[in-house]
Nanobody, 123 residues
Framework: QVQLAEFGGGLVQAGGSLRLSCAAS????????MGWFRQAPGKERRFVAA????????NYADSVKGRFTISRDNAKNTVYLQMNSLKAEDTAIYYC????????????????WGQGTQVTVSS
């Protein structure tokens, strides 16, 4: 059974940083692209960033380019999201997800999801 567990959310002031982690089990992690999505209250889940199975390719939403960095450690079955220069509009629940066939920016392409971790940025 595939399980994804996010860690690292919390409350931070605007301009601050957080690093999210997502630990995966029950899958051959190095065969999956991984993505981060977020959902703010009353809004749809939206793409944040994705990384290819080997980590050589990444993709970011325009709203986070230059501020967020996605990375992975296949030896630890973990994907990370380093978030810098946080803004109030980054407040959301952040989810990691596994994509068996790529590293899509479309949520429908993902096969498994974590439960999410809350990130709150105070202005």
């Amino acid at each position: 059974q595939v399980q994804l567990a996010e860690f690292g959310g919390g409350l931070v002031q605007a301009g601050g940083s957080l690093r999210l982690s997502c630990a995966a089990s029950g899958l051959r992690f190095s065969n999956y692209g991984m993505g981060w999505f977020r959902q703010a209250p009353g809004k749809e889940r939206r793409f944040v960033a994705a990384i290819s199975w080997a980590g050589g390719r990444t993709n970011y939403a325009d709203s986070v380019k230059g501020r967020f960095t996605i990375s992975r450690d296949n030896a630890k079955n973990t994907v990370y999201l380093q978030m810098n220069s946080l803004k109030a509009e980054d407040t959301a629940i952040y989810y990691c997800a596994a994509d068996q066939f790529g590293y899509s920016d479309s949520a429908e392409r993902y096969d498994a999801w974590g439960q999410g971790t809350q990130v709150t940025v105070s202005s």
